[in-house]
């Protein structure tokens, strides 16, 4: 006669996803190669952008990085006369837009001729997510300004929309935001 038997036997299986593979590859990968493998994926990815980390130091970022907006480096001109084309070190000018808008404001609020130039060089040295990374001391003793011009003009760039703008950091940044409403 015939008989039919039926077993189990547990087995299990561990199997990394493509995503974990992937990961695992450039995780495995040493400077030189991943340095590359960022670069392919930068051309390959017309949706990826190369940023620098706010703290970056100066030679890491190119030279067209540093370079103040054309409008903010003409009002500059007396102010940046020892630095030439190049921003100061450390500190990012861009957001066209964004400057625009917040050097229009000023020439509404700014008391003198002198707090809307110290102002707008506030505004030329914001990063990219707006923030104020440079030192209001180094920045009077390198422009030669008045004690605290740097930290009035802060301030009043601070009070300018929107909210938060200048910061120094997330904790500034949103306390601004609560004060302003």
């Known amino acids: 006669m015939l008989s039919v038997d039926l077993t189990q036997k ?51 970022v190119p030279e067209h990085e540093h370079e103040l907006d054309s409008d903010i480096k003409d009002s500059l001109a007396p102010e940046l006369d020892f630095l030439g084309h190049a921003a100061i070190e450390g500190c990012q000018a861009h957001l066209l837009t964004l400057a625009d808008r917040l050097a229009a404001q000023l020439g509404e609020m700014a008391q003198n001729d002198r707090m809307k130039r110290a102002g707008l060089a506030i505004i030329g040295m914001l990063d990219d997510d707006g923030f104020f990374r440079c030192d209001a001391d180094w920045l009077e003793e390198k422009l030669g300004w008045p004690k605290g011009l740097a930290e009035r003009a802060l301030a009043l760039v601070q009070s300018l929309d929107p909210p938060g703008i200048a910061a120094r950091d997330l904790e500034e940044c949103l306390r601004l935001q609560l004060e302003k409403k």
């Open 10 to 60: 547990p087995d299990l299986k561990q199997s990394l996803t493509l995503e974990q593979r992937q990961s695992l590859a450039v995780l495995l990968m040493g400077n030189q190669e991943l340095e590359q493998h960022l670069k392919t994926q930068l051309l390959d990815n017309p949706f990826l952008e190369e940023a620098y980390p706010a703290g970056a130091i100066a030679e890491d």
